[in-house]
């Protein structure tokens, strides 16, 4: 993987030509620094305007791809409301219109009996998004395997339609036919991603699909953080203050 300098240069680079390219962006751990709680993270000010700016450039190529939900996306960066994949592509807004994947009474009724069984471990937290469930063990890691048994029984549970997305001290259920890779496919059936080469940036095993896509366009994949577990991103950038430096720089 390329080092922080060849990167940077890389994206200044391609964004030489705004009209080729099209940008997706995970958040949690690429835009935004990790937090000990999945609603304990912090938007920096000046960061949804430099993203309107960089995807003013780019002509509204610009999205996010994340496994937080589309409203709650939209409520991290407003007023700005950029095309955005949420749990992990369920939900997809984008100049076609929307895509929602909802949520059975049967995935609601097994959300609830999760919830109430991760009061048996301290620590633990179930972060509700609708149409997916995560189980969130940053804070208590001793319970990791315990909970990953759980997580595997409510995924049989759940059924062929969810599936299990293994992150960081994190295990999620997800619509099974979901996936930041089906996300940026789905983006690219319009404008204005139609016809232009992606680049891709993100921190977690969720953003394996999305990068694998760049890679077989000819486009650019990032993995950010150290370099640790493997991954198909052909390049890297170290944290997410470094990200968030390269978009100012690209926005300016």
């Given at each position: 993987m390329q080092d922080d300098t060849t990167t940077q240069e890389m994206l200044s680079l391609v964004l030489g030509e705004p009209e080729h390219w099209a940008m997706f962006l995970d958040i949690d751990g690429t835009l935004l620094n990790l937090a000990p709680t999945p609603d304990a993270i912090e938007v920096p000010e000046d960061l949804p305007g430099h993203l309107h700016r960089l995807s003013n450039k780019l002509g509204g190529a610009l999205a996010l791809v994340t496994g937080r939900s589309l409203a709650y996306a939209d409520e991290l960066f407003k007023p700005f409301a950029f095309p955005t994949a949420g749990l992990h592509g369920a939900e997809i807004r984008s100049a076609a219109g929307m895509h929602t994947v909802e949520a059975t009474p049967e995935f609601q009724a097994l959300k609830h009996a999760l919830t109430a069984e991760a009061e048996h471990y301290p620590g633990v937290l179930i972060e509700d998004k609708g149409a997916a469930v995560a189980a969130h063990?940053?804070?208590?890691?001793?319970?990791?395997?315990?909970?990953?048994?759980?997580?595997?029984?409510?995924?049989?549970?759940?059924?062929?339609?969810?599936?299990?997305?293994?992150?960081?001290?994190?295990?999620?259920?997800?619509?099974?036919?979901?996936?930041?890779?089906?996300?940026?496919?789905?983006?690219?059936?319009?404008?204005?991603?139609?016809?232009?080469?992606?680049?891709?940036?993100?921190?977690?095993?969720?953003?394996?699909?999305?990068?694998?896509?760049?890679?077989a366009r000819g486009g650019v994949s990032v993995r950010v953080g150290a370099i640790g577990a493997p991954s198909c991103a052909t390049s890297r950038l170290s944290s997410a203050a470094l990200v968030r430096n390269v978009i100012a720089a690209l926005a300016a």
């Open positions: 063990y940053r804070l208590a890691p001793e319970y990791e395997k315990v909970i990953e048994e759980r997580m595997h029984y409510y995924a049989e549970l759940a059924g062929p339609n969810w599936a299990l997305q293994l992150g960081k001290r994190v295990f999620e259920l997800r619509p099974a036919r979901s996936s930041k890779g089906d996300a940026l496919e789905r983006f690219f059936q319009s404008d204005p991603f139609k016809n232009r080469c992606p680049i891709t940036i993100g921190d977690d095993l969720t953003d394996e699909s999305m990068f694998a896509i760049a890679n």
